[in-house]
């Protein structure tokens, strides 16, 4: 069992990576982007949290094809074109002090949407710029979202191919940390559910089986992202879909999980970064501070895999104990991050940490400039 972490302030190693403390920005979309191509507000957005003292920043889900993407307006990877960009976020969080990290996605079933503030929600149809989406049956995710395309072979082995390839590009971009989205509801965890994976051939049935796929993607990914950097997996640990008359078999559970979570660790896979949800418009989910802290928990525990706790973590003596008391390696902030992205400089003079403003923001934070020693270098041993 991997020891217990001393607190929110001390350093993580992964392979040859030394985060310099436990807060990560969770991957969060903000559907702002023309044709998959970071910009100014992105690197104003990450910028700021990596100012802010974060450990790890991430970007948010960048689609690893064109059909991949959620919306029109996601962030993407999928060609060559969309490295500098990237490199540009990349080079000034590292700069900072902070890992910036990259999680690759294809949304599946639930892509060629609208954007999720346009009103009413729903598809984008091919004839207005929207495209055929896929998945692994016909099964839409709802009335409102596309008839997808059941994937065929051919159709698995280019998805392959498109993580392989983002792979690659998220490692010439910089980026020192890449995580699947196996979460949400989205192409991988469409095949890891029985509630959207009701094949009948090798990728469905059993969770051997529909864990078939999504396992040889991030093998792919593992296989190509440097040796000496970390790989993580995001994981919807339950549908919140129990098992009852209209639903004979129930939602993906936190028993499928960690067993899932097994093939994970035997795959070289350092991080299990705990969501749930998202897969499922029956889902009833009992939203409240903390409340998937027990799946990172139990994850952690029972498979002895570093994993990352997320969702209503707001509070810095709250997020101190979940790292303190050995319920999670890290944890990753969304809303709060998005509210105060300097909540981590906050954080540590609440828990009497060191943490260092930057010198331009010194007079303000403590009403003087004090002399001291430059931010320490980011520690990668690529060797």
Not at 343 to 350: G, H, I, K, N, Q
Request: proline share 7%.
């Amino acid at each position: 069992m991997a020891s217990t972490p001393n607190g929110l302030f001390s350093p993580l190693t992964q392979r040859s990576v030394t985060f310099p403390n436990r807060i990560v920005v969770s991957p969060m979309c903000q559907y702002s982007y023309a044709d998959g191509f970071s910009d100014d507000w992105q690197f104003v957005h990450l910028g700021s949290r990596a100012v802010g003292g974060a450990g790890v920043v991430f970007t948010e889900a960048a689609a690893v094809s064109p059909e991949g993407r959620i919306t029109l307006s996601d962030l993407g990877i999928w060609t060559d074109a969309h490295i500098a960009p990237l490199a540009r976020i990349s080079a000034f969080v590292k700069s900072q002090g902070a890992v910036p990290a990259i999680q690759l996605a294809h949304a599946g079933r639930k892509a060629s949407m609208a954007k999720p503030w346009d009103v009413p929600l729903q598809e984008v149809p091919i004839s207005e710029d929207g495209w055929q989406t896929v998945g692994p049956t016909t099964a839409r995710f709802s009335a409102t979202y596309p008839t997808p395309l059941a994937l065929d072979r051919t159709g698995m082995d280019k998805v392959v191919r498109d993580f392989v390839a983002a792979t690659q590009r998220a490692e010439a971009a910089g980026f020192l940390l890449a995580e699947v989205h196996a979460a949400h509801g989205y192409l991988l965890h469409e095949f890891l559910s029985p509630l959207s994976n009701t094949r009948t051939d090798e990728y469905g049935g059993s969770l051997e089986n529909r864990a078939r796929f999504p396992l040889e993607v991030i093998r792919a990914v593992r296989a190509h992202f440097p040796a000496g950097l970390p790989v993580w997996v995001r994981l919807s640990v339950t549908d919140w879909v129990e098992a009852s008359s209209e639903v004979p078999t129930g939602g993906l559970t936190v028993e499928d999980s960690i067993a899932f979570a097994r093939l994970l660790k035997s795959e070289g896979i350092d991080l299990v970064d705990c969501s749930s949800g998202g897969n499922d418009p029956r889902q009833q989910i009992p939203v409240g501070a903390g409340y998937q802290v027990t799946f990172a928990d139990r994850i952690r525990r029972e498979v002895d895999i570093p994993t990352g706790a997320v969702g209503m973590i707001t509070a810095a003596e709250q997020a101190d104990q979940i790292i303190r008391t050995g319920q999670a390696d890290v944890v990753l902030l969304g809303r709060e991050l998005l509210r105060d992205p300097y909540w981590p400089l906050r954080a540590a003079e609440v828990l009497h940490k060191p943490g260092q403003w930057p010198v331009q923001y010194e007079r303000a934070a403590h009403g003087k400039i004090e002399r001291r020693e430059p931010l320490p270098a980011l520690i990668v041993n690529n060797s």
